[in-house]
């Protein structure tokens, strides 16, 4: 007998394995049973196409990121649970993509919904309709469009979704969402991004749910920078209204680290994003570290993640989260701490020991997050951290 499996068994072993981890809504889980991925990745290998990972669909020649991406099956389901669309639903979505996700929206919200996708890039948008066009779907609406201008004049929406990474809100992507209605979308801020469930409450976009994800940005927003220290083997990245000083950081870099150390400790394969997530809400210094091999090789404190770890910047000055193995714990055998360099390192450290304290207590704690205009005034906003993008005012807060 031919064992080969089929497209709908690959299909349906796939989703098998995503519920296995998170319940779907059943509209979801449906939707991802019906609509063909493979249509959707022409040439691919089936087996590849049913793979629980990112496919890019269009490299970028100036960057290390793609410019377009089939993003993680997982990924797609929880940000469709997040959602939690429904028939009769006026969906657009950021970022066109393959036209997989609009095609899944589509199911969703039925012959009585709309779903309308956008991508600024031309060879993306035809991608997608070439293939919704294949899979049945051509009642879906794409076109090339700027992600950050929407699509006015076919909303108001009483759903958004961007499947393309966001780091601010531009006002006219909120006036298009109906009151009442809701966004999800990727939300980068301080160097780490959350898929955020967004409900807008008159001008205020309120946060009820926040995952951890990761996405090709957008293009046409510039709010983050980078620097470039010791001969460029380490980068901080930072966000436009944090203030650093390259040469002050580069004096501190040729000098030992000290270190810091908490009591709290992490397992092999436990994530601990909440800490940097955790210092968002608290302080305007946080940003990320990034060392090349080369730096731990010229004596830098290897930083716990050396790609991206979660870094306290203050002009000259700098704390960042590092690790020691004692095997005190078998099952948490690694201990949290910080490195530290500088005149004011020893304070940053002791902050960034007290997030890793906090978050220690409480390893699933999020943030209340809620979203308002740019010049609302600090007595209409909540209580709580604020940081300053062009187009907004995020507000951050542990109650």
Request: charged share 25%; glycine share 8%; hydrophobic share 40%.
């Amino acid at each position: 007998m031919n064992s080969t499996p089929t497209v709908d068994d690959l299909r349906n072993a796939l989703v098998d394995q995503i519920v296995a981890k998170r319940p779907l809504p059943p509209c979801v889980e449906r939707a991802l049973r019906t609509v063909h991925r493979e249509v959707h990745l022409p040439g691919l290998d089936p087996a590849v196409a049913y793979s629980n990972r990112a496919i890019t669909i269009k490299e970028n020649p100036e960057g290390p990121l793609a410019l377009s991406c089939a993003s993680v099956p997982s990924t797609v389901a929880m940000m469709l649970g997040q959602l939690d669309a429904q028939p009769g639903d006026r969906i657009l979505e950021i970022g066109a993509g393959t036209g997989y996700n609009a095609a899944l929206l589509s199911e969703i919200v039925g012959e009585d919904g709309e779903v309308t996708t956008i991508d600024i890039d031309a060879d993306v948008t035809q991608h997608a309709r070439d293939a919704l066009n294949r899979a049945g779907y051509e009642q879906v609406r794409v076109m090339e469009r700027d992600g950050l201008e929407g699509a006015p004049e076919y909303g108001p929406y009483t759903r958004m979704i961007g499947t393309v990474g966001f780091w601010d809100i531009p006002a006219a992507l909120r006036d298009q969402l109906i009151d009442g209605g809701r966004f999800v979308l990727p939300l980068r801020w301080r160097g780490q991004t959350r898929s955020v469930v967004l409900n807008r409450q008159g001008e205020a976009l309120l946060c009820n749910d926040m995952e951890l994800c990761g996405f090709v940005p957008i293009v046409g927003q510039d709010g983050e920078r980078t620097i470039e220290l010791a001969d460029g083997t380490v980068r901080i990245h930072h966000d436009q209204d944090q203030d650093v000083d390259p040469a002050r950081l580069n004096d501190a870099l040729t000098q030992p680290a000290a270190e810091t150390w908490s009591e709290v400790r992490v397992g092999g394969e436990e994530s601990f994003d909440g800490i940097w997530l955790r210092a968002t809400a608290l302080e305007d210094t946080v940003c990320r570290l990034e060392a090349t091999r080369a730096a731990v090789e010229n004596g830098l404190r290897r930083p716990v993640i050396i790609g991206r770890s979660p870094a306290l910047v203050a002009q000259g000055s700098l704390a960042y989260l590092i690790s020691k193995r004692d095997d005190t714990d078998p099952e948490r055998p690694s201990l949290l701490g910080a490195a530290h360099l500088g005149p004011d390192g020893a304070d940053l450290a002791k902050h960034l020991v007290a997030h890793i304290t906090a978050w220690g207590a409480d390893r699933t704690a999020t943030p209340n997050l809620a979203i308002y205009p740019a010049g609302t005034p600090d007595s209409d906003l909540p209580a709580g951290h604020v940081i300053e993008k062009a187009d907004s005012r995020v507000v951050l807060s542990f109650a």
